[in-house]
């Protein structure tokens, strides 16, 4: 079994046994080590997420550029087609 004395830390600022999980010393109110590294992991955390979020944009814009390229490109192919067809009628056409 675990001794739940364990658990408890003094605080860094008055040295009171405080619960190694508390947010925050209840004797003098300084914010303990481990909730300042919970915060800092969240930050952490956030930022990873952040940086994640961007890259997945960043990956779908670049593939919505490619898809506009190769849509800009396809219809440049059907528009010479075109043209090519229009040619090929006026020569026909013509006597
Ligand atoms: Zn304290």
Redesign the pocket.
């Known amino acids: 079994m675990r001794n739940p004395n364990a658990a408890l830390i003094p605080?860094?600022?008055?040295?009171?046994e405080?619960s190694r999980k508390a947010p925050k010393?209840?004797?003098?109110?300084?914010v303990t080590r481990y909730q300042a590294a919970a915060q800092r992991w969240s930050a952490v955390f956030i930022l990873v997420l952040l940086g994640f979020a961007l890259f997945a944009w960043y990956g779908l814009e670049q593939r919505k550029q490619a898809a506009r390229n190769d849509a800009n490109r396809a219809l440049q192919r059907l528009n010479s087609a075109a043209k090519s067809a229009e040619n090929a009628l006026d020569a026909f056409n013509s006597p």
């Open positions: 605080c860094h600022i008055c040295n009171a405080i010393c209840p004797s003098c109110g300084t």
